[in-house]
């Protein structure tokens, strides 16, 4: 749990390379997710070239940081594979979270950057990573080793909390 309560965005990484086991645990980790009926439905493109990443970076003006990332792992939603009508969004972020938390698990740092539904974001990485019109660009994740510390006090809202009823 303490991946959970110890995650923060980070936003700034070393240059240090991340070993290929190690994306292959954040994959799994995304692909451990929950999903509506066990259907799936994602894809995952992991970008490790600079000039790429640089290219991915001007995605928004909120993304900038993914030209200093090591790598950075785009989250597709696959409607082919998206027989629940539109739950693939919840699978998607479902997947995009746990990535996050194998990530902290395994001392790097990253952050979600939002992509669906901005139209013009997901065209954007369509035709920059060649992505078929059935997939769709949901979450772009730059992951590095950090070079930025975080304070994670508890946002427990007791205000947010309701029992039994309103
Ligand atoms: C759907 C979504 C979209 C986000 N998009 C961006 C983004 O474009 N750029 C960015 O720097 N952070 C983005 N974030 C990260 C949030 O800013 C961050 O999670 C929030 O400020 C809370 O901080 P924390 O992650 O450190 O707890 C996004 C987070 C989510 C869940």
Known sequence: MNAIFGRRSIRKYTQDA???DVIKKLLEAGMSA???NNERPWHFVVVTEKDILAKLADVSPYSKMTKDASIAILVCGDLEHDISDRYWVQD??????NIL????ENNLGAVWLGIYPR??????LRKL???PDHVVPFALIPVG????????P???DESRVHYSQW
């Open 18 to 20: 991340i070993p290929g």
């Open 34 to 36: 929950p999903s509506a």
């Open 92 to 97: 998607c972020s479902a997947a995009t979270e």
């Open 101 to 104: 938390i194998e990530v902290e």
């Open 119 to 124: 139209e013009e974001r997901v065209e954007y």
């Open 129 to 131: 990573l060649n992505i």
């Open 145 to 152: 080793y950090p070079a930025e510390t975080k304070e994670t």
């Open 154 to 156: 508890s946002r427990y």
